[in-house]
C-alpha cells in the first residue's frame, strides 16, 4: 500500500506561483508514473500533468503547459508541481495520483487533494 499526501496549497493572487508537493509513504513511488489532477467547483476532474517512473519524461495539458512544472525526487521519495502565472481558473481540489503509466483509465493510489484558489 502506498500512501500519496498532497501539501503546498492555499490562496493566492492572480499571477503568483505556488509549488505543491506530494509525498509518498515509501521509496515504491520510484515504481509509479506520478499523475496530477485538479477539480474546480461544480466541473469534472482534469488530469493535466504526467511525470514518468525515472522522471526523464512528463506532460502537460494545454491549459497549464508552460506555467506549471512537475518534477520528483525519488530518493526524497516526492514529487513537485511549480505553478507560475496562476489565474483563477486554475483554482480548485489538486490531487496526486500514481499509476502504472499516463494517460489510461487505471489509478493505483490517490492522494487526498489540496485546496488551490487564485483570486484577488
Known amino acids: 500500500q502506498l500512501q500519496l499526501v498532497e501539501s503546498g496549497g492555499g490562496l493566492v493572487q492572480p499571477g503568483e506561483s505556488l509549488r505543491l508537493s506530494c509525498a509518498a509513504s515509501?521509496?515504491?513511488?520510484?515504481?509509479?508514473?506520478i499523475r496530477w489532477f485538479r477539480q474546480a467547483p461544480g466541473k469534472e476532474r482534469e488530469e493535466f500533468s504526467c511525470?514518468?517512473?525515472?522522471?526523464?519524461?512528463?506532460n502537460y495539458a494545454d491549459s497549464v503547459k508552460g506555467r506549471f512544472t512537475i518534477s520528483r525526487d525519488n530518493a526524497k521519495n516526492t514529487v513537485y508541481l511549480r505553478m507560475n502565472s496562476l489565474k483563477p481558473e486554475d483554482t480548485g481540489i489538486y490531487y496526486c495520483a500514481a499509476a502504472n503509466s499516463c494517460g489510461t483509465a487505471v489509478i493505483t493510489y490517490w492522494g487526498q487533494g489540496t485546496q488551490v484558489t487564485v483570486s484577488s
Open positions: 515509501s521509496s515504491t513511488l520510484a515504481y509509479y508514473v
Open positions: 511525470i514518468s517512473s525515472s522522471g526523464g519524461r512528463t
